[in-house]
């Protein structure tokens, strides 16, 4: 990996609050990288100690192999689309995106020309001479799209953009703004507490807490094995169950509601010791048997306490004997599969290849 963006050792302090801690991190040339956590993690600090407007109180900062120390924000290769869009009320849909060129060497036509390729780009062809207070909320994210990549920056910081639109307009502009970055090819970094948006729309995923990152993983890797609880319970939705580590070197466990069983070693943190610890695993990581399925992988026997019905989806909450509280299971509705009834009965499979250790 050709790191474009290269960190060492960043700490940001505002008095006395330590805002970042020692952030290591390099991000390649190409990728849709995002900083995920929830607020007052440091994210957006992170993103605007990259984007220049915040000067990190130690530590240093390469872009392109440059050192940035002391490098304002208007001239360093990057450019920046904000949660609240910017764009000028008073302008055209045209001069809101050339902007930013009003100082650029170029002639009339030459302005012209990369204004309409910017608004091609993001679908906003034929929409130059529109107003900008005219526009929808999915049309002003693509106006500042085309303004910010009009000047070909090496890297777009993206704060939270999506985070005003509805959740359609939002899943649709996620899509379309990933399709973006694989057409143009230059890095973007996204900041966002919407863990689905950053599975969905990354490369890698560096998940925050209080100024550090506590895991930097693409997202298959962050979802089925988060290397703490913390990760697992913040990267949508996890069961947690007392465990007690029988034998370390095997990873032999006895899981409150499951029993013994032994996993692997990649499901388990290094330097794991025999005593109290505890597994995760997801929802969709264990499945109600329905009349007529056979058995597979090994069976609970379990009452359903709880339904939440998506339509695509059943959410059930199931008490399990020995388990300290219910288990959430989801179940894809399917032709000739019932939708259960608080009360009744069923067995449960899962798999210990599902399961995930974390230390007590």
């Known amino acids: 990996m050709t790191a474009l963006i290269d960190l060492k050792n960043v700490n940001k302090y505002y008095g006395d609050y ?24 440091g994210k957006t600090t992170l993103l605007r100690t990259i984007a220049g407007f915040e000067a990190p109180s130690d530590g240093t900062l390469h872009i392109a192999g440059a050192d940035m120390n002391g ?11 904000f949660q609240s869009y910017a764009i000028f009320p008073h302008l055209s849909v045209a001069e809101n995106v050339g902007f930013g060129l009003r100082k ?17 780009m993001v679908g906003l062809k034929g929409f130059r001479g529109r107003a900008a207070h005219a526009l929808s909320g999915g049309q002003r994210q693509r106006v500042a799209l085309a303004r910010a990549l009009i000047l070909k920056p090496k890297v777009l910081l993206l704060d939270e953009p999506l985070s005003a639109l509805d959740k359609k307009l939002r899943e649709q502009m996620q899509s379309e703004l990933r399709r973006l970055q ?33 895991q930097l993983a693409d997202p298959q890797t962050l979802y089925k094995r988060p290397v703490t609880r913390k990760v697992g319970d913040f990267i949508g939705v996890m069961n947690f169950l007392p465990a007690t580590v029988k034998d370390a070197a095997a990873i032999d466990l006895d ?38 399925e056979p058995d597979r992988g090994q069976i609970t026997q379990a009452t359903i306490k709880d339904r ?11 008490d399990i004997e020995d388990a300290p509280k219910p288990i959430t299971i989801s179940m894809k509705n399917m032709i000739g599969r019932p939708v259960l009834e608080v009360g009744d009965t069923a067995r449960v499979s899962w798999d210990a290849r599902s399961l995930v250790l974390f230390s007590a």
């Not at 330590?18 to 993690?41: D, T």
């Not at 490098?71 to 689309?81: D, K, L, S, Y």
């Not at 900041?191 to 560096?206: C, F, N, Y």
Request: proline fraction near 4%; hydrophobic fraction near 45%.
């Open 18 to 41: 330590h805002a970042l801690r020692g952030i290591n991190l390099e991000i390649a040339q190409g990728e849709f990288f995002s900083l995920l956590g929830p607020s007052g993690c």
């Open 71 to 81: 490098v304002p924000a208007n001239a360093r290769p990057t450019n920046m689309v």
């Open 104 to 120: 650029a060497q170029m002639s009339k036509q030459e302005k012209m020309k990369s204004v309409e390729e910017a608004l091609d």
């Open 182 to 214: 694989r057409q143009v090819g230059i890095t973007f970094i996204l900041v966002t507490h919407d863990q689905e948006e950053a599975l969905i729309m990354s490369d890698r995923v560096a998940v925050m807490f209080e100024g550090e990152i506590a």
């Open 255 to 292: 899981v409150a509601g499951l029993g013994a069983v032994t996993i692997a070693e990649d499901q388990a943190p290094s330097g794991i010791t025999p005593g109290a610890a505890e597994v995760g695993i997801r929802p969709e990581m264990m499945s109600i048997l329905f009349e007529g």
């Open 308 to 318: 939440a019905y998506y339509g695509d989806m059943t959410y059930y909450d199931v």
